[in-house]
């Protein structure tokens, strides 16, 4: 197997329609939705014959998915270097309650500009990209969409605009990302 990355982003979890949903909200998942997506993290890793150990984000949208993994033999380790983007003050507060004007000097200075005070864009990708597991391959992660575009984006590329910013992947998608 080539050197790479399994991330999966969690599943969705409740309550996050309409808001800023960021590092600083730790939402739930139902535990039907984490315990499918552990199981499906567990069947790749036997057709792949992928070590018994899962990385995830310390917050209960990833973490729950490593706790039905471990109930099950597996290693979980927990990595705040995981996290999703820090939106600082806007993070859990519904979208239409957060300033256009705020929005709009987000959207202006997308790489550099700290949403809410928390981390910009230039963070998140510096952050996503030093993140270095023990292996070179078969490693597992539960992670975040903005964890998961920030590795696939890397820090070789120009810091994209908010236009370039590609869609997220769904909940519970697996990508292949560079080790």
């Not at 969690?10 to 730790?26: K, N, Q, S, V, Y």
């Not at 597992?140 to 370039?164: C, F, K, Q, S, Y």
Request: one cysteine or more; charged letters at 25%.
């Amino acid at each position: 197997m080539a050197e790479a990355i399994l991330a999966w982003r969690h599943p969705r979890p409740e309550g996050a329609t309409g808001r800023c949903i960021g590092a600083g909200t730790d939402l739930p998942v139902h535990r039907r939705r984490a315990k499918r997506l552990a199981r499906r993290i567990q069947q790749q890793a036997r057709r792949e014959r992928l070590p018994h150990c899962v990385h995830t984000s310390p917050l209960r949208r990833c973490a729950d998915v490593g706790r039905w993994l471990r109930r099950w033999g597996w290693r979980h380790v927990l990595d705040a270097a995981l996290l999703e983007l820090d939106f600082g003050a806007w993070d859990g507060l519904p979208w239409s309650d957060i300033a256009k004007a705020e929005v709009d000097a987000w959207v202006a200075d997308f790489a550099a500009h700290r949403p809410g005070g928390g981390e910009s864009l230039q963070q998140l990708l510096q952050r996503a990209a030093d993140w270095l597991p023990q292996r070179s391959t078969g490693v597992i992660v539960v992670t975040h969409g903005g964890w998961m575009l920030a590795r696939r984006w890397g820090i070789n590329r120009p810091v994209p605009v908010a236009a370039e910013w590609p869609k997220p992947p769904a909940y519970g998608e697996r990508w292949r990302l560079p080790a």
